[in-house]
């Protein structure tokens, strides 16, 4: 298995790539490292002859427990096109884990919280140990989801989204089944063999039969958003991130306190 400092990857002999968020003294919470770690790996990907299969998973106790705040606070102190270039870096990762021509299958344990929930969207296959925890929190820190809002669509639909990421509270495994977040929960574990299941399955299909009907899939998706559609969606995200709102609600995580938001 190679590795970044912040991701290892790995191919099997049978095609089947191995994704590992690697930061399990921050939950695997993102950062600028972690991103460009992914994006460096799906380049990786792209160039593997033979590639049948993407499995993610997090090393340590948690998925993924969305943005590192620390990284948010520091990037929002910078340029406006600094803050640009961590959005569409972050929504870059997620619109090709989304558009991979092959299956993609997460495998979730503990928290999965934010942008995690946008990784879960933008794969084809989600399971989940019966101990994991969800959220879409951003709101509570004064930020927005926006990247991640067309998968989350396309995941679980508009009116669960209008829910889940408008109070930023927490649910279960068996809520984000009931949702669509995920499609099995599984005993912890049982996680792994229930990922390998899924693969197997997978490897005895035509591999492009899987790529032309992922592509048929994704044509009428809200993940698959046009060129304008992704640099709004980026820039809101970054100009969100530096808003009054958002300093006070990082403040607020920083301070470990209710958060007194501006009034207009």
Same mark, same amino acid.
């Given at each position: 298995?190679?590795?970044?400092s %912040?991701?290892l990857?790995?191919?099997? %002999?049978?095609g089947?790539a191995r994704?590992v968020l690697?930061?399990?003294e921050?939950n !695997?919470a993102?950062d600028?490292?972690?991103?460009?770690?992914?994006?460096?790996g799906?380049?990786t990907l792209?160039?593997?002859?033979?590639?049948r299969?993407?499995?993610?998973s997090g !090393?340590?106790?948690?998925?993924?427990?969305?943005?590192?705040?620390?990284?948010? !606070?520091?990037?929002?102190?910078?340029?406006?096109a600094?803050n640009?270039r961590a %959005?569409r870096?972050t929504a870059?990762?997620?619109q090709?884990?989304?558009?991979?021509p092959?299956p993609?299958?997460?495998?979730?344990r503990?928290?999965c919280?934010g942008?995690?929930t946008?990784?879960?969207?933008a794969?084809?296959?989600?399971? =989940?140990?019966?101990?994991?925890?969800?959220s879409? =929190?951003?709101?509570r820190w004064?930020?927005?989801?926006a990247?991640?809002?067309?998968q989350?669509?396309?995941a679980?639909?508009?009116?669960q989204?209008?829910?889940?990421?408008?109070s930023?509270?927490?649910?279960?495994?068996a809520?984000?089944?009931r949702?669509?977040?995920?499609?099995?929960?599984?005993p912890a574990?049982?996680?792994?063999?229930a990922?390998?299941?899924i693969?197997?399955a997978?490897?005895? !299909?035509g591999?492009?039969?899987? =790529?032309?009907?992922?592509?048929?899939?994704?044509? %009428?998706?809200?993940?698959?958003?046009?060129?304008?559609?992704?640099?709004a969606?980026v820039?809101?995200?970054?100009?969100k991130?530096?808003?009054?709102?958002a300093a006070e609600?990082?403040?607020?995580?920083?301070?470990k306190r =209710?958060?007194?938001?501006?009034?207009?």
């Amino acid at each position: 298995m190679t590795a970044t400092s %912040s991701v290892l990857l790995d191919v099997d %002999s049978r095609g089947v790539a191995r994704v590992v968020l690697n930061r399990p003294e921050r939950n !695997n919470a993102y950062d600028g490292a972690l991103i460009q770690a992914l994006l460096a790996g799906f380049d990786t990907l792209e160039q593997t002859a033979g590639l049948r299969a993407i499995v993610i998973s997090g !090393n340590g106790k948690h998925f993924q427990a969305g943005a590192d705040l620390t990284w948010i !606070n520091a990037v929002r102190t910078q340029s406006h096109a600094d803050n640009v270039r961590a %959005s569409r870096d972050t929504a870059l990762a997620i619109q090709r884990l989304n558009l991979a021509p092959v299956p993609t299958l997460a495998l979730v344990r503990g928290a999965c919280f934010g942008g995690g929930t946008g990784l879960l969207a933008a794969c084809d296959v989600v399971i =989940a140990a019966d101990d994991a925890v969800f959220s879409i =929190a951003e709101v509570r820190w004064g930020l927005t989801a926006a990247i991640i809002i067309p998968q989350l669509n396309d995941a679980i639909g508009v009116r669960q989204v209008r829910r889940y990421a408008l109070s930023g509270e927490r649910f279960d495994a068996a809520e984000a089944r009931r949702i669509g977040l995920v499609h099995e929960v599984v005993p912890a574990g049982q996680l792994d063999a229930a990922g390998e299941r899924i693969v197997d399955a997978i490897l005895q !299909n035509g591999p492009d039969a899987i =790529a032309q009907t992922k592509a048929l899939a994704l044509e %009428s998706a809200w993940g698959r958003v046009d060129e304008r559609t992704f640099d709004a969606l980026v820039e809101q995200h970054a100009a969100k991130r530096q808003s009054d709102e958002a300093a006070e609600g990082l403040a607020s995580f920083a301070g470990k306190r =209710a958060a007194r938001w501006p009034q207009d």
